[in-house]
């Protein structure tokens, strides 16, 4: 019975949550003006309805369930891959053209191996990885811890006031297309050093020295798992945090150095390099790369040189404006939002399941609140954008031909431009204004 009681409990909660909703109350007539509201509630709104509509899409038929997640065959596909390719021996970037994690990820992968090896199966057989005994048991394990830390990491970010709001955010994040229907549906290391990558972000400020530091390690272990989080770190030379970004370094080299003498040695350094770069040339056009975008865009509308040419100049423009913007403002969330978005679309080879790097710079921008004027416009623009690319937006299927890939990047793409120009605008020309 306590059971029972206690989802009665939750279950009243969430609808206590919908009635009391800004969307509902505003759709309904009711006090728009008699209080603010803060980012955390808009994200929970627009992702609910975004989620919720989508459920109302799969009962009726509307939109097929298959058709918001990535290929079934290759599902829980680089979970089991990369525990493949650890028991091939240490030659693993020598043997396999896509082992793309540093060696500490492949440490990791190895214990996992190790709990149930598979006999006779060869390395790249990952589908027999994936069916020998209780091995989905293992990758069902890697889910729900990550799940429990990112919810955990909700309420860190957002407080204890809202505990029922707070963990239901937490649920709609796991049930969005970057999460469900990308990184977990692939098995990849990504969700968790995205996680990993939120606690960096609240700790790298906390008064506690131990959570400094802590967040330090954090950031040298997500660069240990996958390399290109070492961008990060650039944080620390914004603020002129030299000792710490010293620290950094010294904790990325060890973690990513040191394992490799467990991983084919020092030879493996050039391999695994060199896995990389054929990764990144020999990327195909994907909507949610800088390159792979432009590409798309205007395919057909110039010659396949000129093509090359302006797609990868258009990467280069936006690594340096999203360096530079980074470096111009003094807002917390937008310049997470401009490094993490590095992170998500500048390597050519990157996949959908990058958005989830965008969950850090959603939860910082949450713990603001606002007012519904002109003076926060910005604000609530990035909330409702990043809750859309945070919930199951099927609708998206129905308006672009792509499907929901080609819909999120449109979106976050528009948005990325116009907070960089708004970034720009505040540093360069309110400035000289100002001195005039």
């Not at 390719?85 to 896509?98: L, N, P, W």
């Not at 973690?255 to 990144?280: K, M």
Request: net charge positive.
């Amino acid at each position: 019975m306590n059971g029972v009681n206690e989802i009665r409990l939750l279950l009243k909660g969430i609808i206590r949550l919908v009635m009391e909703s800004f969307w509902l109350r505003v759709l309904t007539g009711g006090g728009m003006r008699k209080r603010n509201f803060t980012n955390a509630e808009i994200f929970f709104a627009v992702s609910l309805i975004g989620t919720a509509s989508t459920l109302v899409f799969w009962i009726t038929g509307l939109i097929g369930f298959d058709q918001c997640f990535l290929s079934k065959e290759h599902m829980f596909a680089d979970f089991f891959s990369h525990i493949g390719y650890v028991s091939a021996g240490d030659e693993i970037y020598r043997q396999f053209k896509d082992a793309c994690f540093p060696p500490l990820a492949y440490c990791l992968y190895y214990l996992l191996w190790k709990l149930n090896p598979v006999p006779g199966a060869e390395p790249g057989d990952w589908k027999s990885f994936r069916s020998f005994g209780n091995n989905m048991l293992i990758m069902m394990a890697y889910t729900i811890i990550t799940a429990i830390l990112l919810v955990e990491c909700v309420h860190s970010f957002l407080g204890k006031e809202h505990r029922i709001r707070n963990t239901v955010t937490g649920i709609l994040i796991i049930c969005s297309y970057p999460f469900i229907a990308a990184s977990i549906q692939r098995g990849n290391i990504i969700a968790l050093v995205s996680v990993l990558l939120c606690y960096f972000l609240l700790w790298m400020d906390s008064d506690s020295k131990i959570k400094r530091e802590l967040a330090i390690i954090l950031l040298a272990v997500a660069i240990g798992f996958k390399i290109y989080p070492a961008i990060l770190g650039i944080w620390y030379l914004y603020e002129k945090r030299y000792k710490e970004f010293v620290r950094l370094v010294i904790y990325a080299v060890v973690l990513f150095f040191v394992p490799f003498i467990f991983i084919g040695g020092i030879e493996s350094i050039r391999d695994y390099f060199l896995v990389l770069w054929n990764l990144a040339s020999g990327a195909e056009d994907r909507w949610g790369t800088v390159q792979g975008f432009v590409a798309i865009v205007i395919d057909g509308k110039v010659s396949p040189t000129n093509k090359i040419l302006i797609s990868r100049g258009c990467e280069i423009v936006f690594l340096v404006v999203a360096l530079l913007c980074g470096w111009f403002t003094n807002s917390k969330w937008k310049r997470a939002f401009f490094l993490y978005m590095i992170l998500v679309s500048f390597v050519p080879s990157s996949h959908v399941y990058n958005l989830v790097y965008l969950l850090a710079p959603a939860l910082m921008l949450m713990r603001e609140d606002n007012t519904l004027d002109h003076r926060n416009i910005i604000s609530v623009l990035a909330t409702v954008v990043l809750a859309i690319v945070f919930s199951m937006p099927a609708w998206m299927i129905l308006v672009f031909r792509e499907g929901i890939q080609e819909g999120i990047f449109k979106v976050l793409f528009l948005f990325f431009a116009l907070l960089a120009v708004e970034t720009i605008w505040r540093k360069v020309i309110i400035r000289r204004f100002a001195q005039a």
